[in-house]
Nanobody, 117 residues
Framework: QVQLVESGGGLVQPGGSLSLSCAAS????????MGWYRQAPGKQRELVAR???????NYADSVLGRFTISRDSAKNTMYLQMNSLKPEDTAVYSC???????????WGQGTQVTVSS
C-alpha cells in the first residue's frame, strides 16, 4: 500500500521560509512525476511545482524564483523549499505522485501553510 506523508507546514510571517517534505512508502517509483498542489479557501486547486523522474521541473508563475522542488531518491522523499513567502501563498499543500509506469496516482493528506503577520 502506497502512502505519502507530508510534514513541515505551519505559520510563518511574510518574507519567511518553510520547507515541506513528502515521504513515500510502499513502492519505489522509477518513471513518474511528483509534485505539490495547493488550494486556498474559495480558490481552485493549483499546481505549484513538479519534478519528473528524468529531473525536469516545472513551477507555477506565482512561485517561480521563490520555491524550489527537489527529491532524494534514496529516501523516496520529495521536498518543497519555500522562500519569500507571501500571504497569498496561504493554502493547504498536498503532495502527489503520478506513477507513469503503472498508471496510478497517489496523494498525501495535505498540510496547512499560513503566511501571516
Amino acid at each position: 500500500q502506497v502512502q505519502l506523508v507530508e510534514s513541515g507546514g505551519g505559520l510563518v510571517q511574510p518574507g519567511g521560509s518553510l520547507s515541506l517534505s513528502c515521504a513515500a512508502s510502499g513502492r519505489i517509483f522509477t518513471f513518474y512525476a511528483m509534485g505539490w498542489y495547493r488550494q486556498a479557501p474559495g480558490k481552485q486547486r493549483e499546481l505549484v511545482a513538479r519534478i519528473t523522474s528524468d529531473g525536469n521541473t516545472n513551477y507555477a508563475d506565482s512561485v517561480l524564483g521563490r520555491f524550489t522542488i527537489s527529491r532524494d531518491s534514496a529516501k523516496n522523499t520529495m521536498y518543497l523549499q519555500m522562500n519569500s513567502l507571501k500571504p497569498e501563498d496561504t493554502a493547504v499543500y498536498s503532495c502527489y505522485v503520478a506513477d507513469w509506469a503503472r498508471g496510478d496516482n497517489y496523494w498525501g493528506q495535505g498540510t496547512q501553510v499560513t503566511v501571516s503577520s
